[in-house]
């Protein structure tokens, strides 16, 4: 089985391997309790996913989710984990040249310096921070599409957060004819630039990424993971019960 259904989004079910092997093309989500809870609700937000044409499961909590439901995914595949493996893959194919978009000031330049030094060739061709709430303003946008054309990029990894950096994909790639490959990738370009600190393996592993990075940024993310999520495992039960959608309106069935 190559997708599974969790909730209003079919998830694809591959191992990190298989997928670095299949992935040659085309939009990448990673989604995570928090999109399923987005996707609910957020007409944008649906539209961007389905155009994509991958979603690889980064949540344990999905993982979980899936077995409870008796269709289980086969792992995890956290953006952060496969945007490394990703370009360690490629390490010596040309074809594979990589713009970074997103983060703070300065931070996605380090994280390319950072990549390139670890591959030992540029494969990292461009990247850029754009300045808060450019994605409101038109000639900003533009001015991004035109830094990435002109980087020789095949490849666009956006590192924007969610549902900002999805919708962004959504807006503007068709501007990018020169892009085989997108990727939606959250806080990656943080970590690779070592401006943030990865929760420690274990606690990814079980599902407790979340409390970790709550424990780093409370103020920022309380909302989310103690409001915002917890509908989902109701809703991961209606499912269950094949009650999940009846009398829901906003909810529309990705990818049909």
């Known amino acids: 089985m190559r997708k599974i259904q969790i909730l209003n989004l079919e998830i694809d079910n591959f191992s990190q391997n298989e997928f670095l092997q299949e992935f040659k093309s085309g939009v990448l989500f990673t989604p995570n309790v928090d999109h399923l809870m987005k996707l609910q609700t957020d007409l944008e937000f649906q539209r961007a996913y389905d155009m994509s044409d991958y979603k690889i499961c980064d949540s344990q909590v999905i993982v979980y989710a899936s077995k409870f439901l008796g269709t289980p995914l086969e792992e995890r595949i956290s953006g952060a984990d496969f945007f490394p493996a990703f370009y360690n893959y490629h390490w010596n194919n040309q074809d594979i040249r990589i713009f970074l978009l997103g983060a703070g000031k300065g931070v996605a330049s380090q994280a390319q310096k950072n990549i390139n030094r670890k591959i030992g060739r540029n494969i990292i061709v461009g990247s850029y921070s754009p300045p808060f709430g450019f994605e409101k303003d038109p000639a900003e946008c533009e001015h991004i599409v035109n830094i990435i054309k002109n980087s020789d990029a095949t490849v666009v990894a956006v590192g924007l957060g969610s549902p900002k950096q999805e919708k962004w994909i959504l807006n503007y790639k068709e501007s990018l004819s020169n892009i085989k490959i997108f990727m939606g990738l959250g806080a990656t370009i943080d970590f690779e630039a070592g401006r943030i600190k990865r929760c420690p393996k274990w606690m990814g592993q079980v599902g407790l990424e979340w409390l970790f990075r709550l424990s ?41």
């Open 216 to 256: 780093r940024e409370p103020q920022r993310l309380w909302k989310r993971y103690l409001v915002d999520d917890i509908p989902f495992f109701l809703l991961v039960l209606k499912q269950k019960l094949n009650l999940y959608g009846k009398n829901n309106k906003t909810t529309i069935m990705l990818g049909k």
